[in-house]
């Protein structure tokens, strides 16, 4: 099955204390994302990477970190938590092709920082 | 999420109406558009898009109408049914990229 896989589902930490969410993706897609949705702000992109190797901000980049060591794996990188940075946060994929690149949504990590 | 619908403009309908939830995009560079629906709890899924170069775009029980005059998006649910009742948004793509800015999403209540 095509899927997004995000982990952990739930996670709670303390400040300052560093933590990573795993995402990997099945489906062979070169593009892969961070979002984090917040009540009213809708879904704000952290990250994004084109390709293995090749990683760019997105709107809300500060505080955290990627990479793309792999194709299928895009891994979100929090090195020092901040209560700010409680949200719910999406990974997704999809193909570069164009004209259609529908993106494909990991089911969320909910963090809560205290 | 839970909490994803506070603060969303809400669009409240019966069971077998047909529901109608608009957006308005930004950036009249943009070649192509999605609709997703987020349920409570899961993530985002798609549900219909088109591009550009089209006005309108039907599938199952929903279709998409595009005026690129007003940069309006719209999606109408047919026959709207409890199991619509979630969080839709918009997104588009501006040419060229593969970067999707999304709306901040409509949610839609249907009432037995």
């Known amino acids: 099955e095509a899927q997004v896989t995000q982990n952990p589902r739930y996670l709670i930490t303390v400040t300052g204390k560093k933590l990573t969410v795993t995402c990997s993706q099945n489906?062979?897609?070169?593009?892969m994302s961070w979002y984090r949705q917040d009540p009213g702000l809708g879904l704000r992109q952290i990250y994004y990477?084109?390709?293995?190797?090749?990683?760019d901000k997105g709107d809300v980049p500060e505080g955290y970190k990627v990479s793309r060591k792999e194709k299928r794996n895009f891994p979100l990188i929090l090195e020092s938590p901040s209560p700010n940075q409680t949200s719910l946060y999406f990974c997704?994929?999809?193909?570069?092709?164009?004209?259609?690149?529908?993106?494909?949504f990991g089911a969320g990590t909910r963090l809560s920082v205290l | 999420g839970e909490n994803v619908g506070l603060h969303l403009p809400t669009l409240s309908v019966q069971e077998g109406d047909n529901s109608i939830i608009n957006c308005a995009y930004s950036?009249?560079?943009?070649?192509?558009f999605i609709w997703y629906k987020q349920e409570s709890g899961k993530g985002p899924q798609f549900i219909i898009d088109?591009?550009?170069?089209?006005d309108k775009r039907q599938g199952q029980r929903v279709t998409v109408l595009l005026n690129k005059t007003v940069k309006h998006l719209s999606l109408q649910i047919a026959a709207t049914q409890p199991g619509d009742s979630a969080v839709y948004f918009c997104a588009e793509r501006k040419e060229g990229y593969s970067t999707l800015t999304f709306g901040k999403g409509t949610m839609l209540l249907v009432s037995p």
């Open positions: 950036n009249s560079a943009s070649d192509y």
């Open positions: 990477s084109m390709n293995v190797e090749v990683t």
């Open positions: 088109i591009r550009s170069n089209m």
């Open positions: 997704a994929s999809s193909s570069n092709s164009v004209p259609k690149n529908i993106q494909y």
């Open positions: 489906m062979n897609h070169e593009y």
